[in-house]
């Protein structure tokens, strides 16, 4: 089969190469599928250059989340049937044209919905899940802020908290995806380069929980912006990952600062959570509530392309590899 392989450098048309790879097989507990879209992500860059290696056991090809056709299975698979249509979560793999999956990360690819699309949810709205809602514990009626709103996090952030009932902050790059936000229903955008996220939020009567890309210079503007008892879930650090925390104010504010990761995670765990996101978020996936878009398509001899698109951070939803 054809996969998508690390090469030397760091960039991403030295780093990337299409290759003949054997194809894998599935195991016990295991499904192969087809991929008809595999989803591009930040982790994946990270990567690609040499810093986020895969869990022991793990591919080594890239790729979190893919939709596709279930075409083989291991024993003890009794969910799954030939041609079953899925989308899942995987430790690595996913820049391929097949891949193989743990049975119990998958979910089935709902009556009308695409693969590209289906490909989009995975990695997402289980960091998502985990991260605000189990985590942070978002309820309906709190006021939540969201970093990142063009991202793939940020869009299906702001489509989980709507559908869950929460008001949504979100901030934006710019005046246009601050509107592109607005429209895929943040109650109230920030444009970072004309709005001071700490006094929006502050004029709404603070956040009670912070989903955070940044850190960095974020980390005090997020502990300023939480109202007493907030919290705040940092799942990455792009603008940098240390930082000073006053402790004066964590608890004279009452606050609770957590994080995870999600690739190296036990899959027992990954298990739970897919049962949890197929009770809770699939039925708003069902509904049309939670669509994240997809921003751009591209072939899967393309993923150096795919990368730099990422890269820039030009974009609003996900992208994906089209096999």
Same mark, same amino acid.
Request: aromatic share 6%; proline share 7%.
């Given at each position: ?166 008001r949504v902050v979100a901030t934006a790059r710019n005046a246009e995806k601050a509107a592109w936000a607005r429209q895929l229903g943040a109650d109230r955008p920030v444009d ?6 700490? +006094?929006?939020?502050?004029? !709404?009567? $603070? #956040?009670? *929980?912070? &989903?955070?890309? %940044? ?17 705040? +879930?940092?799942?990455?650090? !792009?603008? $940098? #990952?240390? *930082?000073? &925390?006053?402790? %004066? ?17 036990? +899959? ?56």
């Amino acid at each position: 089969m054809r996969a998508i392989a690390v090469r030397e450098g760091k960039g991403p048309a030295e780093a990337l190469h299409v290759v003949t790879v054997t194809m894998p097989r599935p195991g016990p507990g295991q499904i192969l599928i087809r991929v008809r879209a595999a989803g591009v992500n930040r982790p994946d860059i990270a990567q690609r250059e040499g810093n986020y290696p895969p869990p022991p056991g793990a591919s080594e090809i890239i790729g979190l989340e893919v939709a596709g056709d279930v075409v083989d299975m291991g024993p003890d698979t009794p969910r799954w049937t030939i041609g079953d249509k899925v989308t899942a979560l995987l430790p690595g793999g996913g820049y391929a044209e097949y891949a193989v999956v743990d049975a119990r990360h998958a979910l089935p690819i709902p009556d009308g919905m695409g693969y590209s699309e289906a490909a989009a949810l995975p990695e997402t709205l289980f960091t998502v899940w985990a991260n605000l809602f189990e985590r942070g514990r978002l309820q309906a009626g709190e006021t939540v802020a969201i970093h990142g709103a063009n991202s793939g996090i940020g869009t299906t952030a702001i489509l989980m908290a709507k559908a869950a009932g929460a008001r949504v902050v979100a901030t934006a790059r710019n005046a246009e995806k601050a509107a592109w936000a607005r429209q895929l229903g943040a109650d109230r955008p920030v444009d970072n380069s004309a709005e001071d996220f700490v +006094a929006v939020v502050t004029e !709404l009567g $603070g #956040a009670d *929980v912070i &989903l955070d890309i %940044g850190g960095g210079s974020w980390f005090d503007r997020n502990i300023a912006a939480l109202k007493p008892d907030g919290r705040l +879930a940092q799942i990455a650090f !792009l603008d $940098g #990952a240390e *930082v000073t &925390l006053n402790l %004066g104010l964590l608890l004279f504010k009452r606050l609770t600062i957590t994080g995870s990761t999600l690739r190296a995670r036990p +899959a027992e765990e990954k298990a739970r959570i897919t049962r949890e996101i197929e009770t809770h978020v699939w039925p708003w996936v069902k509904d049309g509530k939670v669509r994240p878009p997809v921003d751009r398509e591209f072939a899967l001899s393309e993923a150096a392309a795919a990368h730099r698109h990422l890269e820039t951070g030009s974009q609003f939803g996900k992208v994906t590899l089209i096999p």
